[in-house]
């Protein structure tokens, strides 16, 4: 919880610096409760420039690959390893989606390395910060 409020005093600091990044504060609702997907996940997009980060209760800063769907929605993906109850680190695939005309959510996880049956899914809202 530290680290995300580390994190979110970071953004705050980028986000004077430069005028031409959003941040999507998003509550994102675990649909299988299974906890592979974090109650909270923060994004900084640089629309103009094609780039992203993320930070989640699972991970600190990271950088996220951004493309922009037909639907203008934006598409966010990112890679990270996590351990499970019994100590083996899975790694994730994950990608989310948000549409800037509602702040509207949708997270999907990927297992890379693992044949878990259910894959993580979530959905929630976003509070955005031009």
Known sequence: MKQLFLALSIFAFAQAANAETTTFDCAVRDRDGSG??????IF?????????QTVSGHNDVLPAV??????NRYS??????LKE???KTVRINYN???????DKIKLRGNWVNANFVNKPYGVGTCSVQR
Do not use: C, H, M, T
Not at 66 to 71: A, P, S
Not at 76 to 81: P, R
């Open 36 to 41: 592979w997907i974090a109650p909270r996940y």
């Open 44 to 52: 900084v997009v640089d629309k103009e420039n094609g780039a992203a």
């Open 66 to 71: 951004f493309k922009i769907d037909r639907k």
């Open 76 to 81: 966010l993906s990112w890679q990270i390893e």
């Open 85 to 87: 109850i019994s100590g």
């Open 96 to 102: 989310a989606r948000i549409d800037p005309s509602n």
